[in-house]
């Protein structure tokens, strides 16, 4: 265990009851250890990668949590394990959750397995335009630029691909 720290993650589910999934990993993230004081409006987006899929709902949530950078691994690992996510599936496969760690307030990290910040959040509008709504000051450690800066950088194609699916009343922050 380490110190608490700020931690940023992505959701996203495009299989099953798409909400109910995005509500259970976040109670999941809960109960595993991360303090989840804000959530991002959900977005529909199409899915990334070029294989032909349903369209994904993505979030992002943020906490505290005093895990290391490979016990919030193994906790979004198995996450998406409980919810039957198919890791043996193709990359960028359909899948009921996927829980992101896309960045660690203190951290950066780099590792066959991990990657903090994550490697290609500043190129998915799909991440940066929740991100953004939750934290757009923050400073992504390694480019040095703020998350409304690389949203803005995005191609306005990418960008319009996001829509506003529901506000963040979607889940409840007690």
């Given at each position: 265990m380490t110190d608490p720290r700020r931690v940023w993650l992505a959701l996203g589910s495009n299989l099953g009851d798409r909400v109910a999934r995005l509500q259970e990993a976040v109670a999941?993230?809960?109960?595993?250890?991360?303090?989840?004081d804000r959530t991002s409006s959900i977005y529909e987006t199409p899915p990334w990668g070029g294989i032909e899929q349903p369209d994904y709902l993505n979030a992002v949530v943020a906490g505290t949590t005093d895990l290391s950078p490979y016990r919030l691994l193994a906790l979004c690992k198995s996450i998406e394990a409980a919810a039957?996510?198919?890791?043996?599936?193709?990359?960028?496969?359909?899948?009921?959750?996927?829980?992101?760690?896309?960045?660690?307030?203190?951290?950066?990290?780099s590792a066959p397995d991990l990657e903090v910040p994550h490697a290609a959040m500043h190129q998915r509008a799909f991440v940066l335009v929740p991100l953004?709504?939750?934290?757009?000051?923050?400073?992504h450690p390694q480019i040095g630029s703020s998350v409304t800066q690389l949203l803005q950088a995005l191609d306005e194609g990418e960008r319009a691909g996001v829509r506003l699916y529901a506000r963040p009343e979607w889940i409840a922050l007690d």
């Open positions: 999941a993230l809960r109960a595993g250890g991360v303090a989840v039957g996510r198919d890791f043996r599936a193709p990359r960028n496969s359909a899948r009921p959750i996927d829980v992101d760690i896309l960045l660690i307030d203190g951290e950066t990290f953004a709504e939750v934290a757009p000051g923050l400073v």
